[in-house]
Each structure stands twice: as structure tokens, then as C-alpha cells.
């Protein structure tokens, strides 16, 4: 049973930084594109990053490329996704998801096949 687990998750000010973590179990792990997309109250989700495989391409949504940052240890198992200079608007639930994707289409939700439970970032002003 795959299951991905998201942790570190909390509430911030503006300017603050947090990291996120995604465990990931029941799956072979270094074969996904792993990803990290976020969806605030009322709105539709959204792409927030990707990284290959090998970890040797990253992509990222234009707002908050300079402030993210996503990584992964593929002997832990884990992706994580560095998040500085925090604003309001990333004020969202934040979920990881494993899929197969290519440099085409990493920011595309459908081609993602597993999620996790998602983890809540706030951010005050």
C-alpha cells in the first residue's frame, strides 16, 4: 500500500520560513517524479514544484521561484520543499504526490498517481 506522509506543516509570519517533509512507503521511490502542489480555501490546486528522479532537474511555479526550494533523499525515501520569505498568499494546505511526468508536463496534477494527506502552512501578516 503506497501511502506518502507530509509533515512540518504550521503557522508562520511573513518573512518566516518552514520546511516541509513527504515520507514515502510502498513504492519504489527514485522511479517518480515527486511533487509538491498546495490549494488555498476557495480555490482550485495548484503547482507549487517537482523535482526528477535523480533530483538533477527542479521545476517550480513563477511565484515562488528564489523562495522554494525542493530536494530529496532517494535512500530516505523522502522529498522535502524548503519554503522562505513566506508571504500571506502561500497560505495553503500543501500536498506531495509521486507520478511519472516528463519536462513537459511536471506541473500537471493528472499525472501524478499518488497523494499524500496534505499538511497546512499559514502565514500571517
Known amino acids: 500500500q503506497v501511502q506518502l506522509v507530509e509533515s512540518g506543516g504550521g503557522l508562520v509570519q511573513t518573512g518566516g520560513s518552514l520546511r516541509l517533509s513527504c515520507s514515502a512507503s510502498g513504492l519504489t521511490f527514485n522511479i517518480y517524479t515527486m511533487g509538491w502542489f498546495r490549494q488555498a480555501p476557495g480555490k482550485e490546486r495548484e503547482f507549487v514544484a517537482a523535482i526528477s528522479r535523480s533530483g538533477g532537474s527542479t521545476w517550480y511555479t513563477d511565484s515562488v521561484k528564489g523562495r522554494f526550494t525542493i530536494s530529496r533523499d532517494n535512500a530516505k525515501n523522502t522529498v522535502y520543499l524548503q519554503m522562505n520569505s513566506l508571504k500571506p498568499e502561500d497560505t495553503a494546505v500543501y500536498y506531495c504526490?509521486?507520478?511519472?511526468?516528463?519536462?513537459?508536463?511536471?506541473?500537471?496534477?493528472?499525472?501524478?498517481?499518488?497523494w499524500g494527506q496534505g499538511t497546512q502552512v499559514t502565514v500571517s501578516s
Open positions: 504526490a509521486a507520478g511519472f511526468s516528463s519536462d513537459k508536463d511536471y506541473y500537471q496534477s493528472r499525472r501524478y498517481n499518488y
